[in-house]
């Protein structure tokens, strides 16, 4: 898939699966690559593993999404629980921001 490819590329990572994105690092990584020192990175668990982590690591990213007064509204409960149409409708709108 071309897309996870490129957040592969862009975050020198390896999500096999775009459902894995869910736990918001990439996301907020790319967007800190974007606008640097916008996104308190320090705030993020690198080692998520659960929904709950999950969740706080996309609350960061959502926060920062407001921050930047960008028109995308984020629903981290279906992003963090690992919803396939979520996060590649994310993976979507982040790709073309940048």
Known sequence: ??????????VETDYPKVEMCSDGVAYCQILDAIHPSIVPLHKLNFYAKNKDDFARNLKVLEDC???????KQLNVASLANGKFQS???FLQWIYDYT
């Open 1 to 10: 898939m071309e897309l996870l490819a490129w957040l592969n590329e862009m």
């Open 87 to 89: 996060n590649m409708d």
């Open 65 to 71: 999404v407001n921050k930047l007064k960008l028109q």
